[in-house]
């Protein structure tokens, strides 16, 4: 099925698709300098530009603080009214304007150059002012735009965007960065639910269920009730874990039950997880083995229970 706007929009983005293999095919060293810069920067990196490339500028500062390489957006037109205080000698800024001719630029880039700061100029006019006094120049293949006219700004900022996103991830991979790194600059939130850690949700101390091996099952029902997992762990006379018993367990042995000793009833061997487990891979292994509970051992101290994770637990952030 086609109509002019389904036409349209197909041409918009298989233009904007072509132009960022054009992007990607044309890269050579200066983006490795550019990289260099920004990895060697003692401050932080100043992002800056105005009107649409403002807009890319503010989004491409947030990716590079989220994944490791300090950042800030600075406006450059605040920058011509006191905010050119926020930028130092340690820092390096990279101003992104498409035609390169940006006003507002004029001062921050005058001043990158009284006080030798570097400045990397992301411009589709290498002849430009920006392009001119920059120390390094991304440059931005000139394709036009998607909208006919060459008026909207469209393919030059996914282009931008692109360009961005390829400085922050390369940054990124470079200071070795992990889902660690990633999870503490993200607590909140979805993203912050996927990458808590079971050492973030697990009940530990005295609200663990445990029971020696040795105990009379009345006190390991005592222990279940009294906990609410429905589960207990299973201790020797060390305290380490040597089984769980779960409802399973209960109506495996109901018969005499009461007769019998923890041993008796558990499940040896229990399956656990690290305390510094991301719960996601906690969520996955209780649905993979069909299970609502796992007990938590540090590796540091084999088989000593450190605490108890429950699927709820999980669902209460967002996953699951």
């Known amino acids: 099925m086609s109509t002019p706007f389904l036409d349209t ?3 918009v983005i298989r233009a904007e698709a072509e132009a960022l293999t054009t992007l990607a095919d044309g890269l050579d060293d200066r983006f490795r300098a550019a990289i260099d810069l920004m990895r060697t920067c003692e401050g932080r990196v100043i992002v800056t530009g105005i009107g649409k490339s403002g807009h890319i500028a503010k989004k491409i500062a947030a990716t590079f603080a989220s994944t490791g390489t300090p950042a800030q957006f600075v406006h450059p037109a605040e920058a011509s009214h006191g905010d050119l205080g926020m930028i130092t000698a340690a820092d390096v800024i990279l101003a992104i304007s498409n035609s390169g001719e940006a006003p507002e630029l004029g001062n921050l880039i005058a001043y990158s150059r009284r006080h030798a700061i570097p400045l990397i100029g992301m411009t589709s006019r ?6 001119k006094h ?3 120049i ?3 293949p000139q394709l036009g735009e998607a909208c006919g006219t060459g008026v909207v700004p469209t393919i030059s900022t996914t282009m931008t965007l692109a360009m961005g996103d390829a400085l922050g991830v390369a940054l990124m991979e470079n200071r070795a960065f992990t889902a660690e790194h990633f999870r503490a600059f993200h607590p909140g939130g979805k993203l912050g639910a996927q990458l808590s850690k079971v050492s973030d949700l697990m009940h530990s101390g005295t609200s663990m269920p445990l029971v020696d091996q040795d105990a009379p099952m009345a006190d390991a029902l005592n222990e279940i009730a009294g906990k609410s997992f429905g589960v207990t762990g299973v201790t020797d006379a060390n305290g380490k874990l ?6 399973g ?3 495996r042995h109901m018969e005499g039950l009461l007769s019998l000793k923890a041993r008796d009833v558990m499940t040896p061997n229990p399956v656990t997880i690290a305390p510094d487990a991301l719960a996601e891979k906690a969520v996955s292994v209780m649905n993979t083995r069909k299970i609502t509970c796992l007990l938590v051992v540090d590796p540091a ?13 999980c669902l209460r952030v967002g996953l699951g």
């Open 126 to 131: 290498e002849d430009s002012a920006l392009g």
């Open 301 to 313: 101290q084999p088989q000593i229970p450190a605490g108890l994770l429950h699927i709820h637990d």
């Open 242 to 247: 040597v089984g769980i018993i779960t409802n």
């Open 9 to 11: 929009a197909r041409r």
């Open 138 to 140: 991304l440059a931005l």
């Open 249 to 251: 367990d209960l109506s």
């Open 134 to 136: 920059s120390d390094v």
